[in-house]
T-cell receptor, first 117, second 114 residues
């Protein structure tokens, strides 16, 4: 089954304790991205990757790191989490290019709900 | 930076009424995508619009991309309870070196009363 998986799905942690949220896709997609979702703010892009070893900042990259060593994986790293990073996080992937109505379709993972105390 | 404003934030309708949500970008867009997120779920892709003035239909849903490629709308005819959820637009900025940087609107939360 084609899918994007994220782990963990739920995490409660404390300020300053480094954590990693994993994201993996089995669709051979070039493009992957991380978003955070907060009430009233919609989805905000944290980082994205156009392909292996190519990453770039989205709109809210502060306090986050990513890496893209393999095509299928795109982990999100919080080196020193703070309470303002409490949020719902989504990973997404897509093929790149094309102008058709379903081109660039992003497939989202189920989300990771993170609470930083 | 690029901003995408989406209105209204909330919309309550009676089943059978029509619904429209609007997106406006501060910059010209390369394309715009629309997503639906059911309560407790993840966003699901609906469509991508690329051409100026483009109109696409999916059953009761009509999507439109403005002539200037800075605004878009989603119209649902005769809403059903299955239409409940949050609808997001997402714009990809035209040109520059930020291809791949997608900006989402704040979303419109649709409630349908039976």
């Amino acid at each position: 089954e084609a899918q994007v998986t994220q782990n963990p799905r739920y995490l409660i942690t404390v300020t300053g304790k480094k954590l990693t949220v994993t994201c993996s896709q089995n669709m051979n997609h070039e493009y992957m991205s991380w978003y955070r979702q907060d009430p009233g703010l919609g989805l905000r892009q944290i980082y994205y990757s156009m392909n292996v070893e190519v990453t770039d900042k989205g709109d809210v990259p502060e306090g986050y790191k990513v890496s893209r060593k393999e095509k299928r994986n795109f982990p999100l790293i919080l080196e020193s989490p703070s309470p303002n990073q409490t949020s719902l996080y989504f990973c997404a992937s897509s093929l790149r290019g094309g102008e058709g109505p379903r081109d660039n379709e992003q497939f989202f993972g189920p989300g990771t709900r993170l609470t930083v105390l | 930076g690029q901003q995408v404003m989406q209105i209204p934030q909330y919309q309550h309708v009676q089943e059978g009424e029509d619904f429209t949500t609007y997106c406006n970008s501060s910059t010209t867009l390369s394309n715009i995508q629309w997503y639906k997120q059911r309560p407790g779920g993840h966003p699901v892709f609906l469509i991508q619009l690329v051409k100026s003035g483009e109109v696409k239909k999916q059953k009761r849903l009509t999507f439109q991309f403005g002539e200037a490629k800075k605004n878009s709308s989603l119209h649902i005819t005769a809403t059903q309870t299955t239409d409940v959820g949050t609808y997001f637009c997402a714009g990809l900025r035209a040109g520059g070196t930020s291809y791949g940087k997608l900006t989402f609107g704040q979303g419109t939360i649709l409630t349908v009363h039976p």
